[in-house]
T-cell receptor, first 112, second 112 residues
């Protein structure tokens, strides 16, 4: 089983809607998770991180961590066309805490 | 803001050439990483370094080597470039274990 898994998408949402991106992980001991946004042809950019169970909000973005069910979510409220990108979920590597393991990413398309 | 600078944005090299990809970070980060990113395969770790002159193999080290003589610089070396090493190469750094990465802008390498 992969350590971090994501649905590759594409996920298509209309402008103004809520986009919900999900990620599951295999290591119950994982403490911290990160969400990266990657525009086509660009490098990943860190947009959210979450260390504890529950929700963390930053502007239009909310990260959710559910350790019991081993999933992490990213909600984007009032989705804009500029949110169209691939979103990568990352968690700590089971072997070495210094390393992150990345999901393969979910492509989000926000339509007009 | 942390800056991770990769020396080249695009490179074209011939099969069999020795190729050097350079990465420099300016925030005294302990950890540095080299990934390659290919469509459908996501980010794959080639090598990482947690201190000067220290390195560890990642998931796909074959055909690559690295050098970290100074804390701020981490070089990736393709000993004899092959066409299957055509890819986007991403360098990243992080200050310590459990912290998110900052990525460089990437080098798109084409081996012909």
């Amino acid at each position: 089983q992969k350590e971090v898994e994501q649905n590759s998408g594409p996920l298509s949402v209309p402008e103004g809607a809520i986009a919900s991106l999900n990620c599951t992980y295999s290591d119950r001991g994982s403490q911290s998770f990160f969400w990266y946004r990657q525009y086509s042809g660009k490098s990943p950019e860190l947009i959210m991180f979450i260390y504890s169970n529950g929700d963390k909000e930053d502007g239009r973005f909310t990260a959710q961590l559910n350790k019991a069910s081993q999933y992490v979510s990213l909600l984007i409220r009032d989705s804009q066309p500029s949110d169209s990108a691939t979103y990568l979920c990352a968690g700590p590597n089971t072997g070495t805490a210094s390393k992150l393991t990345f999901g393969t990413g979910t492509r989000l398309q926000v339509t007009l | 803001d942390v800056k991770v600078t990769q020396s080249s944005r695009y490179l074209v090299k011939r099969t069999g050439e020795k190729v050097f990809l350079e990465c420099v970070q300016d925030m005294d980060h302990e950890n540095m990483f080299w990934y390659r990113q290919d469509p459908g395969l996501g980010l794959r770790l080639i090598y990482f370094s947690y201190d000067v002159k220290m390195k560890e193999k990642g998931d796909i080290p074959e055909g690559y080597s690295v050098s970290r003589e100074k804390k701020e610089r981490f070089s990736l070396i393709l000993e004899s470039a092959s066409t299957n090493q055509t890819s986007m190469y991403l360098c990243a750094s992080s200050p310590y274990a459990g912290y998110g990465y900052t990525f460089g802008s990437g080098t798109r390498l084409t081996v012909v």
